[in-house]
């Protein structure tokens, strides 16, 4: 899912197709991978293009060529999914993977209202919104959707993994960019730790892609070695 939103970013911060084709095959791929990858990333893109409806059509044309690559990577795995969800092994294996059936959950409820509080203080405090912005927003959002998701199917499967695989990294990277506006805007007396806050930064920026790469390679290997035990 990473690359998946990486590349979208790219796609949008640039309009070069290739960077959208290439975060189309991501993120349909997520779907072979993980059901919680699956919903976030679709919901994510879905969320963009709201955010995008009237702002850029270059961009709005970028989006629609992420969602129709998804699809048509995805269109085999679906295909599959709708020949045999109703049969007694589908339902089967669903029951043994912690479903939760019920369309209200207070639980989830509370912790929802919680984590929407960050992206709220994010839409009222940071004045320009830039895409990276609007792409951490929308990934994040949809993190919060699939916490929620079983208001609109009637269930959910270990809801407490959208938290581990979606709201938690984006968290912190959308808390990273309210802190640095905040510190823009209200804290120019405390220079030195805005001047380490600004390095810091502007290494990371740097260094986005060697630093990306080994995100991925990392990522790879953790996954590779989790499926080998």
Same mark, same amino acid.
């Given at each position: ?37 699956? *919903?976030?990333?679709?919901?994510? *893109? ?21 969602? $129709? $690559? ?36 207070? %639980?989830?409820?509370? +912790? ?15 004045? +320009? &919104? ?16 699939? %916490?929620?998701?079983? /208001?609109?199917?009637?269930? /959910? ?16 990277? %959308? ?19 805005? &001047? ?12 986005? &892609? ?8 990392? %990522? ?10």
């Amino acid at each position: 899912m990473v690359t998946g939103i990486y590349f979208t970013y790219l796609s949008i911060e640039t309009g070069k197709r290739r960077y959208a084709l290439l975060a189309g095959l991501f993120g349909g791929l997520q779907f072979y991978s993980y059901i919680y990858n699956i *919903v976030g990333f679709s919901v994510g *893109v879905g969320i963009l293009f709201l955010l995008f409806l009237r702002r850029n059509p270059s961009v709005l044309r970028q989006i629609i060529l992420i969602g $129709v $690559v998804t699809l048509a990577i995805a269109s085999p795995y679906l295909i599959e999914f709708l020949q045999n969800s109703p049969t007694v092994d589908y339902v089967d294996i669903l029951s043994r993977s912690g479903i939760y059936h019920g369309r209200f959950n207070m %639980l989830l409820f509370i +912790r929802s209202v919680f984590y929407a509080v960050l992206p709220i203080l994010s839409l009222i405090l940071i004045k +320009r &919104k830039p895409n990276y912005f609007l792409v951490l927003l929308s990934f994040f959002l949809a993190g919060i959707v699939g %916490l929620n998701i079983q /208001t609109v199917i009637g269930y /959910t499967i270990q809801p407490n993994h959208y938290w581990l695989v979606i709201l938690q990294p984006l968290g912190i990277l %959308l808390a990273a960019v309210l802190l640095n506006e905040i510190l823009n805007r209200n804290f120019n007396s405390f220079s030195p730790f805005k &001047k380490l806050i600004n390095q810091v930064a502007g290494f990371l920026i740097k260094n986005s &892609k060697p630093l990306v790469g080994l995100l991925i390679i990392s %990522l790879l290997i953790h996954g590779a070695l989790m499926n080998a035990s």
